[in-house]
């Protein structure tokens, strides 16, 4: 049992160039959220799902977008990255809104 | 004000102490509560669920103070593998109906 699995685990991006995060979980949670990990600021919601095809946004969602096509699947888009961007970012999915959560090991991201 | 506060600490206990851990919350709404557990370059992960009415987990006890609008995490007997960050979650106080997290309470548990 996988759980959340991130890749990559490790990105260098230009400033300007484009990515996507992919999270896949074999848990079938309906619920499957993107944070962001940064130094003094704890973690931070950027988008969330509550299943199969929806997406909101969160804390802090400019920069980002996101997509659910299957239910065990959440992808995280970077449109054009900033140094701001720099960050660590999780994934994380629970079986129910107020549920505990399962998080993925984590991508650093760099954008130079 | 943030939704969530924790003193970043640093704690440094000596094994086998006891040590306590205290979390505010700014939504008095709020009736899901967690720590989790980080370490070092690692991902978060749910330690414990934090009851009206508190909750023990072998030496994890976690309570919750509903008047003063914090929640803690009591560890006793206290482990070199229990040496990581502590973070606490509450349910924020926006429409979004998300899961606030705290930065995190750093703990070093010294031989």
């Known amino acids: 049992n996988a759980g959340v699995t991130q890749t990559p685990k490790f990105r260098v991006l230009k400033t300007g160039q484009s990515m996507t995060l992919l999270c896949a979980q074999d848990?079938?949670?309906?619920?499957m959220y993107w944070y962001r990990q940064d130094p003094g600021m704890g973690l931070r919601l950027i988008h969330y799902?509550?299943?199969?095809?929806?997406?909101a946004k969160g804390e802090v969602p400019d920069g980002y977008n996101v997509s659910r096509l299957k239910k065990q699947n959440f992808l995280l888009g970077l449109e054009s990255a900033a140094p701001s961007q720099t960050s660590v970012y999780f994934c994380?999915?629970?079986?129910?809104?107020?549920?505990?959560?399962?998080f993925g090991s984590g991508t650093r991201l760099t954008v130079v | 004000r943030k939704e969530v506060e924790q003193d970043p600490g640093p704690f440094n206990v000596p094994e086998g102490a006891t040590v306590a851990f205290n979390c505010t919350y700014s939504?008095?709404?709020?009736?899901?509560f967690f720590w989790y557990r980080q370490d070092c370059r690692k991902e978060p992960k749910l330690l414990m669920s934090?009851?009206?009415s508190g909750n023990e987990d072998g030496r994890f006890t976690a309570q919750l103070n509903r008047a003063s609008q914090y929640i803690s995490l009591l560890i006793r007997d206290s482990k070199l593998s229990d040496s990581a960050t502590y973070l606490c979650?509450?349910?924020?106080?926006?429409?979004?109906?998300?899961?606030?997290f705290g930065t995190g309470t750093s703990l070093t548990v010294i031989p």
């Open positions: 799902s509550v299943g199969e095809g929806t997406t």
């Open positions: 934090v009851y009206s």
């Open positions: 848990m079938n949670h309906e619920y």
């Open positions: 994380a999915s629970s079986e129910d809104r107020d549920g505990g959560y399962t």
């Open positions: 939504n008095s709404a709020s009736q899901s």
């Open positions: 979650v509450a349910k924020g106080s926006n429409t979004g109906n998300q899961f606030y």
